[in-house]
C-alpha cells in the first residue's frame, strides 16, 4: 500500500507564495506520474501540474508562469511552489500518485488527503 502526506497548506494574501509538498511512502517500485490536482468550492477537481516518469511537465494554463512542479525521486516527494498566489487559487490541493509496486502489477492510482490553501488578504 502507498501511503501520501501533504505539508505546506494555510492562508497566504494576494501576491503571495506558499510551497507545497508530498510524500510517497510504501511499496513503490516505480512512479508513472505524480500531479496536484485542486478543487475549489462548488466546482470540479481539475489538474493543477504534473511530471512524469520520464521529467515530463504540464500546467494549467491558469497556473502557468507562476507555479512550478519539482520531484525528488531519491525520496519519493513532489514539490509545488506557488508564486503570485490569486484569490482565484484559494481550493483544496491534492497530491496524486500513479505507481506500481512490483514491474509485474499494475499501476494503481493514489490520492493525499488535501490541503487547503486560502489567498486572501
Known amino acids: 500500500q502507498v501511503h501520501l502526506v501533504e505539508s505546506g497548506g494555510g492562508l497566504v494574501q494576494p501576491g503571495g507564495s506558499l510551497r507545497l509538498s508530498c510524500a510517497a511512502s510504501?511499496?513503490?517500485?516505480?512512479?508513472?506520474?505524480m500531479s496536484w490536482y485542486r478543487q475549489a468550492p462548488g466546482k470540479e477537481r481539475e489538474l493543477v501540474a504534473g511530471?512524469?516518469?520520464?521529467?515530463?511537465?504540464n500546467y494549467a494554463d491558469s497556473v502557468k508562469g507562476r507555479f512550478t512542479i519539482s520531484r525528488d525521486n531519491a525520496k519519493n516527494t513532489v514539490y509545488l511552489q506557488m508564486n503570485s498566489l490569486k484569490p482565484e487559487d484559494t481550493a483544496v490541493y491534492y497530491c496524486?500518485?500513479?505507481?506500481?509496486?512490483?514491474?509485474?502489477?499494475?499501476?494503481?492510482?493514489?490520492w493525499g488527503q488535501g490541503t487547503q490553501i486560502t489567498v486572501s488578504s
Open positions: 496524486y500518485l500513479k505507481s506500481r509496486t512490483t514491474i509485474m502489477t499494475p499501476f494503481r492510482s493514489y
Open positions: 510504501g511499496t513503490i517500485f516505480s512512479i508513472y506520474a
Open positions: 511530471i512524469g516518469s520520464d521529467g515530463s511537465i
